[in-house]
């Protein structure tokens, strides 16, 4: 006889383990939580974790602005997992109206942001090169997170109220029963579970694959650079989205930068089990050269570390969440993109009570992936960074 569990989550990234934390918190019983690696060792742990709420979509926005608190409260309780150290995104004169459109809808939604330009920007930034940019969006309560740390959070909560997780478990694949998903097979056999939640990230289609279930999303190969300043000059000390150079950074401590390539770029799609993981030369070599022009007190800093990720992409870039039509027992919680980590924290509290109660606000309901055959995608922003 198989083991029996009122939820069963595939998957101990961000938004994984934050279902599976607040189905405990809000009574669902019984609930599992499987991984194949450790937990974040896929997406999340190499995610660039820079935290912002500077969305073109009210629903992103609020998302992270929630996301941020329960990051927080982590912080209050256990130093060492977020900082609010500030945000800033570069703003090149095309996007400028965007911008002041985006400014309205946060600030509406409660998001504490600002509009710098000239002198505002220079005091802030003695260490930015101006040109090109005509304002700077900046976030007081922006920052950057360690991934690893935020997610080991709540899966510590999670077990604190009597969850299981069970690392170095492949889960290899969903069982089904006519249009039912009814739980998943394990290595060591079936578990049962009246709800299953794909939280597999890039590996969320071959999961899917295995019952059946149409899931149109890329797995897509993302890169991210270590880099180590030279001391005596000051440095930046905020996250930063440059949508004038397409680079984004953020601080690490000690002189430290995290820097990757933002949009626009060209993104390959890759076999999530079989891709290169190490960076490419024309990739660091990008970053070397931009970084030291927009940031002149980078110029000779010394690469530390490079490698690559995944993103997991759905067609509009945004995720798959909740259950579809037609098939009852099954969950999505896949396709975060750039945008996962972020959200991730909020997306999970949101799952949990859609699969305890049924249902769910409309404009989270939106990020279903019946939107699909409804015609309604969501439209693309701009500036994206991976986080």
């Given at each position: 006889?198989?083991?029996?569990?009122?939820?069963?989550?595939?998957?101990?990234?961000?938004?994984?383990?934050?279902?599976?934390?607040?189905?405990?918190?809000?009574?669902?019983?019984?609930?599992?939580?499987?991984?194949?690696?450790?937990?974040?060792?896929?997406?999340?742990?190499?995610?660039?974790?820079?935290?912002?709420?500077?969305?073109?979509?009210?629903?992103?926005?609020?998302?992270?602005?929630?996301?941020?608190?329960?990051?927080?409260?982590?912080?209050?309780?256990?130093?060492?997992?977020?900082?609010?150290?500030?945000?800033?995104?570069?703003?090149?004169?095309?996007?400028?109206?965007?911008?002041?459109?985006?400014?309205?809808?946060?600030?509406?939604?409660?998001?504490?942001?600002?509009?710098?330009?000239?002198?505002?920007?220079t005091a802030r930034a003695p260490w930015l090169n101006m040109d090109g940019v005509a304002g700077v969006v900046y976030e007081p309560k922006g920052g950057?997170?360690?991934?690893?740390?935020?997610?080991?959070?709540?899966?510590?909560?999670?077990?604190?109220?009597?969850?299981?997780?069970?690392?170095?478990?492949?889960?290899?694949?969903?069982?089904?029963?006519?249009?039912?998903?009814?739980?998943?097979?394990?290595?060591?056999?079936?578990?049962?579970?009246?709800?299953?939640?794909?939280?597999?990230?890039?590996?969320?289609?071959?999961?899917?694959?295995?019952?059946?279930?149409?899931?149109?999303?890329?797995?897509?190969?993302?890169?991210?650079?270590?880099?180590?300043?030279?001391?005596?000059?000051?440095?930046?000390?905020v996250s930063i989205s440059n949508a004038v150079d397409a680079i984004y950074l953020r601080p690490m401590g000690d002189g430290r930068f995290l820097i990757?390539?933002?949009?626009?770029?060209?993104?390959?799609?890759?076999?999530?089990?079989?891709?290169?993981?190490?960076?490419?030369?024309?990739?660091?070599?990008?970053?070397?050269?931009?970084?030291a022009v927009r940031y002149p007190p980078l110029e000779g800093m010394t690469l530390l570390s490079a490698y690559a990720a995944l993103y997991d992409v759905?067609?509009?870039?945004?995720?798959?969440?909740?259950?579809?039509?037609?098939?009852?027992?099954?969950?999505?919680?896949?396709?975060?993109?750039?945008?996962?980590?972020?959200?991730?924290?909020?997306?999970?509290?949101?799952?949990?009570?859609?699969?305890?109660?049924?249902?769910?606000?409309?404009?989270?309901?939106?990020?279903?992936?019946?939107?699909?055959?409804?015609?309604?995608?969501?439209?693309?922003?701009?500036?994206?960074?991976?986080?």
């Amino acid at each position: 006889m198989s083991e029996r569990f009122d939820a069963v989550i595939v998957g101990a990234g961000i938004t994984g383990t934050s279902t599976a934390y607040h189905l405990m918190d809000e009574g669902a019983g019984r609930v599992l939580l499987v991984e194949r690696g450790a937990v974040a060792s896929g997406g999340t742990g190499k995610s660039a974790a820079i935290i912002r709420q500077h969305y073109s979509t009210a629903l992103l926005a609020r998302l992270t602005l929630r996301g941020i608190g329960m990051m927080s409260a982590f912080e209050a309780e256990k130093p060492g997992a977020f900082w609010q150290s500030g945000y800033m995104m570069l703003v090149p004169e095309d996007l400028k109206e965007k911008a002041d459109a985006n400014l309205v809808m946060q600030r509406a939604a409660g998001i504490d942001t600002d509009w710098l330009e000239g002198a505002e920007i220079t005091a802030r930034a003695p260490w930015l090169n101006m040109d090109g940019v005509a304002g700077v969006v900046y976030e007081p309560k922006g920052g950057y997170a360690d991934p690893l740390r935020v997610t080991e959070r709540f899966i510590e909560r999670f077990q604190t109220a009597g969850g299981s997780y069970r690392p170095q478990t492949p889960c290899r694949g969903l069982v089904r029963d006519g249009d039912t998903i009814t739980g998943v097979m394990l290595e060591s056999g079936p578990i049962s579970a009246a709800a299953v939640v794909n939280a597999a990230g890039p590996w969320a289609k071959p999961l899917a694959d295995t019952a059946g279930i149409d899931m149109p999303l890329r797995a897509v190969r993302e890169q991210d650079s270590i880099w180590q300043a030279r001391g005596g000059r000051p440095l930046p000390t905020v996250s930063i989205s440059n949508a004038v150079d397409a680079i984004y950074l953020r601080p690490m401590g000690d002189g430290r930068f995290l820097i990757g390539q933002g949009f626009p770029k060209e993104y390959q799609d890759v076999d999530p089990y079989n891709y290169r993981e190490a960076a490419d030369d024309e990739f660091i070599n990008l970053i070397l050269e931009r970084a030291a022009v927009r940031y002149p007190p980078l110029e000779g800093m010394t690469l530390l570390s490079a490698y690559a990720a995944l993103y997991d992409v759905t067609p509009d870039w945004y995720p798959f969440i909740g259950p579809r039509a037609g098939l009852a027992g099954y969950f999505d919680a896949c396709g975060g993109s750039g945008h996962g980590f972020k959200i991730g924290p909020a997306i999970g509290q949101e799952l949990a009570r859609w699969i305890l109660t049924g249902t769910t606000s409309e404009d989270f309901a939106g990020l279903s992936y019946d939107r699909l055959a409804a015609g309604k995608l969501f439209a693309g922003a701009y500036g994206g960074n991976r986080g």
